[in-house]
């Protein structure tokens, strides 16, 4: 009897060791359920806020006045991180991990110059050239005539092939500062392809001036007087052309047709 006993309290007491410890295994569980319940939670959070910049509308509402909102240096600090991030990331081709990041800049300071423009060239690496060009649109109401940003929207009208909204642009910016020779060489090119020789004869001079070999501007030049019917000056010009590149087949071509023309 004393053995049955001594048996039957081993047997409560594994029994009651092993209700424990399973019982203390479900409460764990349990817990790390519900605190993994609430970092998801709070993530969730954060990307519905995020969200509240919505990338995809092209008008932002950028014309009511900006919000002076002073920026502590910590939130300043972290749009800094942030910036070198969405680069390397863009860099990388991560357009959606970049966009990700920019929104999350963009809810700390929405009129963030840097973000924007970051914004606006992944889009133009999408070949999204709208998108892109509602930002630059965007950001002239809020920075005033910003030449980085002219810039940008000026071959960005360039890339969507908008030539006559670009050769404005660029037009704008070169009267601001005529010693651009990208501006210049824009100015030159663009006014070239709409057919334009007068003006871009005019730029091509310019862009000359500091960059006399420049054998493309050389060989635009001789065109250009030679749609004007100065044929002369444009035998000139591919002389010229073929003294820096004697084999030079097109300006070697072209001395012969003229050549013949004038006789």
């Not at 409460?27 to 990338?55: C, G, M, P, Q, W």
């Not at 860099?91 to 970051?118: C, M, Q, R």
């Not at 071959?155 to 651009?180: S, V």
């Given at each position: 009897?004393?053995?049955?006993?001594?048996?039957?309290?081993?047997?409560?007491?594994?029994?009651?060791?092993?209700?424990?410890?399973?019982?203390?295994?479900?409460?764990?569980?349990?817990?790390?359920?519900?605190?993994?319940?609430?970092?998801?939670?709070?993530?969730s959070a954060t990307k519905t806020a995020l969200n509240k910049v919505d990338l995809n509308t092209k008008e932002k509402?950028?014309?009511?006045?900006?919000?002076?909102?002073?920026?502590?240096?910590?939130?300043?600090?972290?749009?800094?991180?942030?910036?070198?991030?969405?680069?390397?990331?863009?860099?990388?081709?991560?357009?959606?991990?970049?966009?990700?990041?920019?929104?999350?800049?963009?809810?700390?300071?929405?009129?963030?110059?840097?973000?924007?423009?970051?914004?606006?060239?992944?889009?133009?690496?999408?070949?999204?050239?709208?998108?892109?060009?509602?930002?630059?649109?965007?950001?002239?109401?809020?920075?005033?005539?910003?030449?980085?940003?002219?810039?940008?929207?000026?071959?960005?009208?360039?890339?969507?092939?908008?030539?006559?909204?670009?050769?404005?642009?660029?037009?704008?910016?070169?009267?601001?500062?005529?010693?651009?020779?990208?501006?210049?060489?824009?100015?030159?090119?663009?006014?070239?392809?709409?057919?334009?020789?007068?003006?871009?004869?005019?730029?091509?001079?310019?862009?000359?001036?500091?960059?006399?070999?420049?054998?493309?501007?050389?060989?635009?030049?001789?065109?250009?007087?030679?749609?004007?019917?100065?044929?002369?000056?444009?035998?000139?010009?591919?002389?010229?052309?073929?003294?820096?590149?004697?084999y030079n087949t097109i300006s070697n071509q072209k001395l012969k047709d003229l050549e013949e023309y004038m006789q």
């Amino acid at each position: 009897m004393d053995i049955f006993i001594k048996f039957e309290i081993i047997i409560f007491f594994l029994s009651f060791g092993y209700i424990a410890y399973f019982g203390f295994q479900k409460i764990h569980r349990a817990y790390f359920k519900v605190k993994k319940a609430i970092h998801k939670e709070d993530i969730s959070a954060t990307k519905t806020a995020l969200n509240k910049v919505d990338l995809n509308t092209k008008e932002k509402n950028y014309k009511q006045n900006p919000e002076n909102k002073k920026l502590t240096s910590e939130e300043k600090e972290h749009i800094s991180e942030l910036l070198k991030r969405v680069r390397i990331n863009s860099t990388k081709g991560y357009f959606d991990t970049a966009k990700a990041l920019i929104v999350e800049g963009l809810s700390i300071d929405k009129f963030n110059k840097d973000l924007n423009l970051e914004l606006a060239l992944i889009y133009e690496k999408e070949k999204k050239y709208e998108n892109a060009e509602y930002i630059y649109k965007d950001l002239l109401e809020t920075q005033g005539d910003d030449m980085e940003i002219l810039k940008k929207m000026a071959y960005n009208y360039a890339l969507e092939n908008k030539l006559e909204l670009a050769m404005e642009t660029y037009e704008k910016i070169h009267k601001k500062d005529i010693t651009d020779d990208k501006v210049i060489d824009m100015l030159a090119e663009i006014s070239y392809s709409i057919g334009d020789y007068e003006k871009s004869l005019k730029y091509i001079n310019l862009f000359l001036k500091d960059n006399p070999r420049d054998i493309n501007k050389l060989t635009m030049k001789a065109f250009c007087l030679e749609n004007d019917g100065h044929f002369k000056d444009a035998y000139s010009v591919h002389r010229r052309i073929v003294e820096l590149q004697p084999y030079n087949t097109i300006s070697n071509q072209k001395l012969k047709d003229l050549e013949e023309y004038m006789q």
